[in-house]
């Protein structure tokens, strides 16, 4: 298991087979997808590493409804992985609007925009 990075991009693209296949070409690998094709969410890893991830920008914009009259190449989520998810939820709330709530397979997931409008998503630290 890949341990979580502080702060993480996932990119919206056209389509992520062949986002997968340029950043190969550029020595990049990728973690394998699962088998739903409405969830093609692709972690890229550089060294072994955590890199980013892309995803498909219909899904990124139905995952992330104010993201749907973005172009692509112009909008990603970034994501901060902390230690204590919902201590640090309630801190930062009263300053921040919210984007999104969520739980996933287990995990919460918050998103708030910052004053610029880029969407910040919040995640718990995994080791």
């Known amino acids: 298991m890949l341990k979580t990075p502080v702060i993480s991009v996932c990119l919206g693209v056209r389509d ?6 340029f ?3 550029l020595g990049f690998t990728a973690l394998p997808g699962g088998g739903d094709p409405d969830d093609d969410l692709r972690t890229l890893l550089f060294d072994g590493e955590f890199a980013f991830t892309v ?18 190449g112009t909008f990603a989520t970034f ?13 930062i709330r009263p ?33």
């Open 95 to 127: 300053f921040v609007e919210v984007a999104r709530e969520h739980e996933y397979e287990q995990q919460k997931l918050f998103y708030f925009f910052d004053p610029d409008g880029h969407v910040f998503g919040v995640i718990q630290k995994r080791p």
């Open 16 to 21: 992520t087979q062949a986002s997968v296949g």
């Open 23 to 25: 950043f190969k070409k």
């Open 79 to 91: 994501s901060l992985a902390v230690d204590d998810f919902d201590a640090y939820v309630a801190s």
């Open 55 to 72: 995803y498909r920008d219909e899904h990124l914009r139905r995952w992330m409804p104010p993201l749907r009259d973005t172009p692509v």
